[in-house]
């Protein structure tokens, strides 16, 4: 398994951008396909954007397509959540997670990080 540890969040007015990222640890992350999800207070845990192997194939929730923006960086063992035009309801704890496929599901994760807070002010 890899070993993820995220950073980057924090308090934003609504309308603001944040980006996260998401470190991961070994020399097996090329292998694994990437994804983040989000868990609000009270609610169940979210998919929220998934990435390839390579980087070239990516996929969102309807809820984020076209304001957040995921990419990768192998040679840097790191992810990124670029997250615009951010909105209240976006606020929750993000989580980065090595996929054991190109899927969204929860049950798909084989390591999850140990998540980093996002919080949108109206």
């Known amino acids: 398994q890899v070993q993820l540890v995220e950073s980057g969040g924090g308090l934003v007015q609504a309308g603001g951008s944040l980006r996260l990222s998401c470190a991961a640890s070994?020399?097996?992350?090329?292998?694994?396909?990437m994804a983040w999800f989000r868990q609000a207070p009270g609610k169940e845990r979210e998919f929220v954007a998934r990435?390839?192997?390579?980087?070239?194939?990516?996929y969102y929730a309807d809820s984020v397509k076209g304001r957040f923006t995921i990419s990768r960086d192998n040679a840097k063992n790191t992810m990124y959540l670029q997250m615009n035009s951010l909105k209240p309801e976006d606020t929750a704890l993000y989580y980065c997670a090595g996929m054991s496929g190109y899927s969204s599901s929860v049950g798909a994760v084989n390591s999850w990080g140990q998540g980093t807070q996002v919080t949108v002010s109206s």
């Open positions: 990435i390839g192997r390579s980087g070239a194939t990516t």
């Open positions: 070994g020399r097996t992350f090329s292998s694994y396909a």
